[in-house]
């Protein structure tokens, strides 16, 4: 079975981070090994909350998996709280990286145009330097746009999305792809670029107006499940576009879907059934 180290937050409430990761990666066959950074009452979204900071554990756990000769396949990670986490969460990538391990970095800080409570430009910057070191990066296009410097805009052409792509790749990182990318009226998806050899690939899905927080989360943990799962990477993103999509659908039908979240549990029968027809 391929083992998976996941850094990232657990909100206690919220759907996000780990809460929804760990769920989804092991149900994929996936043994997922967590290190939480924080733990948060509930995520940023809500109008209040309380966190116990983790980050000092961060390394001394690290070491122990270390002197117990214990290897990740991959590294995934997701929301980190302060610079002072990016930079133990790219010492521990260092420590456990070895050949074909993947390091699959989604830069989770903004929306919209605008970064999440708490984060600043810096913050943004150190990102950066985080997405330099990995295999495959899933920024939205406002991340993408805080890690380049390019103006965030809402209504842009292919040209833009290249752009971006081209200028995460020229910062390090092996395949840039941007999440939430519409290249038509009314669809949305990824766009990505292979930083080798240059060439694009895309998928799109018709857009559902509304949006629910942790999605990016969910459609993260279901692209590297299935890249760990020996999917090529076009077809794990789309198997990933598809799920969060066909999940965003399915919480829209629930009367008494939270506003905080995403209905994740109910479509992991689906997924599993889908990946069984793939392999
Ligand atoms: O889903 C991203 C996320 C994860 N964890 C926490 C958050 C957010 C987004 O706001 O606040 C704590």
Same mark, same amino acid.
């Given at each position: 079975m391929k083992r998976i180290l996941t850094i990232q937050d657990i909100?206690?409430?919220?759907?996000?981070s780990i809460t929804i990761a760990l769920p989804v990666l092991s149900a994929m066959g996936i043994e997922t090994v967590i290190l939480p950074t924080a733990l948060l009452?509930?995520?940023?979204?809500?109008p209040e909350y309380s966190k116990l900071d983790l980050s000092g554990q961060m390394m001394q756990y690290a070491l122990m998996w270390k002197k117990n000769g214990v290897r990740f396949d991959a590294v995934y990670t997701g929301y980190l709280g302060t610079i002072d986490e990016i930079g133990k969460t790219a010492e521990i990538i260092d420590l456990f990286r070895e050949e074909g391990t993947l390091v699959f970095v989604d830069p989770v800080m903004g929306d919209n145009g605008k970064l999440y409570r708490g984060f600043s430009d810096d913050y943004a910057a150190q990102n950066a330097l985080l997405c330099a070191r990995a295999d495959i990066i899933v920024p939205n296009i406002t991340e993408a746009c805080l890690m380049t410097g390019v103006s965030y805009r809402e209504k842009y052409d292919e040209g833009y999305l290249r752009e971006l792509c081209v200028r995460l790749c020229g910062m390090g990182a092996k395949t840039a792809v941007i999440t $939430?990318?519409?290249?038509?009226?009314?669809k949305t998806g990824v766009y990505g670029m292979d930083?080798?050899?240059?060439k694009i690939f895309t998928y799109q899905n018709d857009r559902i107006s509304t949006s629910y927080h942790g999605t990016g989360d969910l459609f993260a943990s279901t692209a590297v499940g299935a890249l760990l799962r020996g999917i090529p990477v076009h077809e794990a993103l789309k198997i990933a576009a598809d799920h969060t999509s066909e999940t965003i659908r399915v919480t829209m039908e629930?009367?008494?879907?939270?506003?905080? $979240?995403?209905?994740f549990e109910s479509t992991i029968p689906d997924l599993i059934r889908k990946l069984g027809e793939e392999q």
């Amino acid at each position: 079975m391929k083992r998976i180290l996941t850094i990232q937050d657990i909100s206690c409430l919220g759907k996000c981070s780990i809460t929804i990761a760990l769920p989804v990666l092991s149900a994929m066959g996936i043994e997922t090994v967590i290190l939480p950074t924080a733990l948060l009452s509930n995520h940023t979204l809500f109008p209040e909350y309380s966190k116990l900071d983790l980050s000092g554990q961060m390394m001394q756990y690290a070491l122990m998996w270390k002197k117990n000769g214990v290897r990740f396949d991959a590294v995934y990670t997701g929301y980190l709280g302060t610079i002072d986490e990016i930079g133990k969460t790219a010492e521990i990538i260092d420590l456990f990286r070895e050949e074909g391990t993947l390091v699959f970095v989604d830069p989770v800080m903004g929306d919209n145009g605008k970064l999440y409570r708490g984060f600043s430009d810096d913050y943004a910057a150190q990102n950066a330097l985080l997405c330099a070191r990995a295999d495959i990066i899933v920024p939205n296009i406002t991340e993408a746009c805080l890690m380049t410097g390019v103006s965030y805009r809402e209504k842009y052409d292919e040209g833009y999305l290249r752009e971006l792509c081209v200028r995460l790749c020229g910062m390090g990182a092996k395949t840039a792809v941007i999440t $939430g990318a519409s290249l038509a009226e009314g669809k949305t998806g990824v766009y990505g670029m292979d930083a080798r050899t240059g060439k694009i690939f895309t998928y799109q899905n018709d857009r559902i107006s509304t949006s629910y927080h942790g999605t990016g989360d969910l459609f993260a943990s279901t692209a590297v499940g299935a890249l760990l799962r020996g999917i090529p990477v076009h077809e794990a993103l789309k198997i990933a576009a598809d799920h969060t999509s066909e999940t965003i659908r399915v919480t829209m039908e629930n009367p008494g879907n939270p506003w905080y $979240g995403v209905d994740f549990e109910s479509t992991i029968p689906d997924l599993i059934r889908k990946l069984g027809e793939e392999q």
